[in-house]
């Protein structure tokens, strides 16, 4: 049974820290690529950081604040956030990718990061 289990959600000030953890189970987690989503209301999901085997890419609006990272020995992918600004407010959703033609994907159930005073 394939699960991803997002955690380190909540709520923060503006310029304060987040790390976020996905654990994943259920599939071979070093064959996949790994991806952190956000979704805040009344807008799209959207892509924020993605990590292969050989690094870190990041959407341009979380680029020098986030950073993404996996650990294979322990089937978690995280993602710190630092600088955290209101906009960055949404829901966070883990994502396991594999394939380009046949697409293999997995969603975590998603962790709410507010950002407020």
């Known amino acids: 049974q394939v699960q991803l289990v997002e955690s380190g959600g909540g709520l923060v000030q503006p310029g304060g820290s987040l790390r976020l953890s996905c654990a994943a189970s259920?599939?071979?987690?070093?064959?996949?690529?790994m991806k952190w989503y956000r979704q805040a209301p009344g807008k799209e999901r959207e892509l924020v950081a993605s990590?292969?085997?050989?690094?870190?890419t990041y959407y341009d609006s979380v680029k020098g604040r986030f950073t993404i990272s996996r650990d294979n020995a322990k089937n978690t992918v995280y993602l710190q956030m630092n600088s955290l600004k209101p906009d960055d407010t949404a829901v966070y959703y883990c994502?396991?990718?594999?394939?380009?033609?046949?697409?293999?994907?997995?969603w975590g159930q998603g962790t709410q990061v507010t950002v407020s005073s």
């Open positions: 990590i292969t085997s050989t690094g870190g």
């Open positions: 994502n396991a990718h594999r394939g380009s033609i046949w697409v293999t994907q997995y």
């Open positions: 259920g599939f071979t987690f070093s064959s996949y690529v």
